[in-house]
């Protein structure tokens, strides 16, 4: 399988830039998954991987190799989209073989990798039945053999679930992940569906209006995120942001919000008075009797074993993910403790978290 580079990716549509200078590396053997709200360059990115599309400038690598000026029948990079077109007239293993047909392997061969390929997606029994019967299911599963089968450098896949049930689709990431492992695989998927990013994922690149904002492991993503969009994106419910207007100094443990010191992990940086984000994801907020930090509880949604709790305070609202068998009062003033070394700092002006502050010793960056 492969590594794939891109250095500084760009595409531009006339005056509209779809992807505006994306640098990333992904190591051969990785399931990288590209994440990001609808129009944010996804496909316009994994296109140009495949070579369906031409960068306005940049480059793209596999294996080294410079492959930006070379069309997609010279790649050896298999693409799956979400709507497959399969072949209604031929049956499944006509269907997975065609890719080998087309090149002029023999007959022999193309049996031994059909039958190869039906039997890791477990689809072997149903070789000789049309395609038109198939469950939605099932019939991506073919067009996943005929991505396999000739065994290419990696896989792009375009939100290749899209169009299954949720249900479904759970089994399916499943066994997409599965296969990857199997086959030893560098694969890039495409969703727009964090969980299924964060499920399947090695590595995550979220995507915002054209520009990569952070490439990471799921849960470095989601515990430190280098953005206030992506801190908003990942998480459901997403991370809360309380408003904070002061200075920061170098050496600082303690934040003041509403007036009352909250500890934080050891600033790094000075910063003059600014406003700032304080950023705490619900499962790092805990009510508590005795603390300062003061709230009106406005909401509390049932999840079955935990409770989403809505509080709002004079610097903002937060979510607190609670047990779902602590009595919680509509209506009711609660203390707040959060979680001193879970807290994200924010500046509100660039979005930019202040993570070389808060993350000290080789977590920020
Ligand atoms: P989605 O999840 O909706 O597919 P995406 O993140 O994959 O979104 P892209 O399809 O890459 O986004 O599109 C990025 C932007 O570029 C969009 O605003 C889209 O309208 C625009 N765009 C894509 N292809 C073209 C094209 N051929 N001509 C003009 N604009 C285009």
Known sequence: MAQIRVENLRKSFDQFTAVAGSNFTIDDGTFFAMLGPSGCGKTTTLRMIAGLELPTAGRILLDDADVTALPASARDIAFVFQLFALYPHMNVR???GFPLRCQNHPRAEIKRAVEEAARLLRIDHLLDRRVGGLSGGDRQRVALGRAIVRRPKAFLMDEPLGALDSEFRRLMCGELRELHDRIDATTVYITHDQLEAMAMADCIAIMNGGRVEQIGAPQEIYDRPKTMFVADFIGAPPMSFLDVHTALRRGDRVIRIDGVPVDMPELFEDRAESRFALGVRPENVSFADASDLRGRVIGAEYLGTTQIVTVT?????????????????????????????????????????????????????
């Open 313 to 365: 305070t004079a610097s903002g609202q937060l979510k607190a993910r609670l047990p779902s068998g602590e009595p919680i009062q509509v209506g009711e003033t609660v203390g707040l403790k959060l979680r001193p070394d879970r807290l994200s700092l924010f500046d509100t002006a660039s979005g930019l978290a202040l993570s070389s502050a808060l993350y000290a010793g080789g977590h920020g960056g």
């Open 94 to 96: 006509q269907n997975i």
